[in-house]
């Protein structure tokens, strides 16, 4: 099967997450167009736009993973429409001296440049958090500190279930690629010594998943390990497989291995320990027949090892046996109290996710629903679900009709049927833009937690 060079899904990856970066001035000043800068205490910048008929309402955006690069609007064409629509926005970089996985300064930051804007450009009658893939994790913890400060939120594509979570069912599929595919790497998953030796180990998975992509008992094992990833089964460029079609979701799943999935996440994991301080991540005592059983892929699983003549019992004994990696426990306390969301909510926040998000599994959204339930706030919470492949994969108008519902909710204080998916629809229709594809979804649960 031909495929692109190696480093193109990564590099798409990094550009979804890292999206609409845009650089800032030396200083808070303002400049042609109402555009203002300026920069931290930590040394991190921020930026604001200003748009000459302001509409009062300010929106505090949170940028994914990626560089430090100050960003206040998800996309170019979004913040152009916002603008025009009569929205301010600000937005910081966080501390360019950390890691890209910025969970140590972000929400901080974030606080720092809504200060900045109230007392340099003006007061907004109301605020309302914008987060983006981890943006969106900063977001819910804006949501859940920020009473006071912001009225409301809006997630898209968010990292919800939080880092530990994040790297532990990432951790499961590598271990189970590494065990069968590349076994010299399976005792080398975590504490890796460097960037350059991340992407190396990236580079082997994901040859190895290749070479196994052209057996019956390659592609099972693939099926399994994309199980423990969460990974969807809705590749670009292709139509959705059908629910029974096992061999086609396979070939889907393999198709974002394929083209550099692994490329993205493993050097992330190298970010997120240097953000915690050791290895956050562990599958030492796991059960991995059980873990598999809480999978929306055993079906598939069990057809495919089937008709490869494996046995999976024997397989699933295998990597049991074999799991001794062990987390530094003051790493992951570390990322438990900078990296996890939903203990509370402080203010109504939307979620927005595409139900094929190959980097932000949307089986999250069901780990952070089940903490916000937990602790008494589901009546602030809603989620929406957009019917398309790929990472934030979302047009302006479903970013605007999902704002809108904010809105609805802050004006009146109910939600009514603002978050129902077919009025987003049709509000999102009725802006004549880019159209949109909101759907009736309820995503199953997220395969990894601990």
Not at 41 to 55: F, K, Y
Not at 194 to 206: E, I, K, M, N
Not at 264 to 278: L, Q, T
Request: aromatic share 6%; glycine share 10%.
């Amino acid at each position: 099967m031909p495929r692109p060079p190696f480093p193109t899904l990564a590099a798409a990856c990094a550009t979804a997450l890292a999206t609409a970066l845009l650089g800032p001035a030396a200083d808070a000043r303002a400049t042609a167009g109402d555009h203002y800068s300026g920069t931290l205490s930590d040394g991190a910048t921020w930026i604001a736009d200003r748009p000459a008929q302001w509409n009062g309402s300010l929106l505090l955006f949170s940028h994914g993973f990626g560089p430090t690069t100050a960003a206040d609007a998800p996309s170019a064409a979004v913040r152009q429409t916002l603008l025009d629509a009569g929205y301010a926005l600000v937005g910081s970089s966080y501390d360019p001296n950390g890691s890209m996985w910025a969970l140590d300064s972000a929400e901080r930051d974030q606080f720092a440049a809504l200060s900045a804007f109230r007392r340099q450009i003006g007061t907004p009658t109301r605020v309302i958090s914008v987060g983006q893939s981890m943006g969106g994790l900063v977001n819910a913890q804006i949501a859940r500190d920020g009473a006071g400060r912001v009225d409301g939120s809006l997630g898209l594509c968010g990292l919800v279930a939080g880092g530990v979570d994040l790297d532990n069912y990432q951790l499961d599929a590598e271990y189970t690629l590494a065990t069968f595919f590349d076994p010299a790497d399976a005792g080398q998953l975590v504490n890796l010594a460097s960037p350059a030796d991340a992407v190396a180990l990236a580079g082997r998975l994901t040859q190895a998943v290749e070479t196994a992509q052209q057996t019956p008992a390659g592609r099972a094992r693939i099926a399994l390990a994309a199980a423990y990833l969460n990974l969807a089964d809705w590749a670009p460029g292709r139509q959705p497989p059908a629910p029974g079609d096992f061999t086609g979701q396979e070939e889907q799943q393999y198709a974002w291995l394929a083209q550099g999935l692994l490329g993205f996440i493993v050097p992330a994991r190298w970010s997120v320990e240097r953000s915690a301080g050791g290895n956050t991540s562990w599958n030492k005592g796991v059960d991995y027949a059980g873990l598999l059983h809480k999978s929306s892929h055993t079906p598939q699983v069990k057809a495919l090892y089937r008709d490869a003549g494996l046995d999976l019992r024997a397989d699933l004994n295998t990597l049991t046996r074999g799991a001794d990696v062990s987390a530094d426990p003051a790493a992951v306390a570390h990322l438990k109290r900078t990296s996890t969301a939903g203990q509370r909510l402080a203010v109504p926040l939307l979620d927005i996710h595409t139900t094929a998000d190959q980097l932000v599994p949307v089986e999250q959204e069901s780990a952070f629903a089940a903490r916000v339930r937990r602790a008494g706030d589901s009546a602030l919470l809603r989620q929406a679900y957009v019917a398309r492949q790929s990472h934030c994969n979302f047009t302006t108008a479903e970013v605007l009709a999902g704002l809108h519902a904010v809105e609805h909710r802050l004006d009146t204080g109910r939600w009514d049927d603002s978050a129902a998916p077919a009025v987003l629809q049709h509000d999102a229709d009725a802006l004549g833009l880019d159209g949109a594809a909101f759907t009736d979804y309820r995503p199953h649960r997220l395969t990894g937690t601990r």
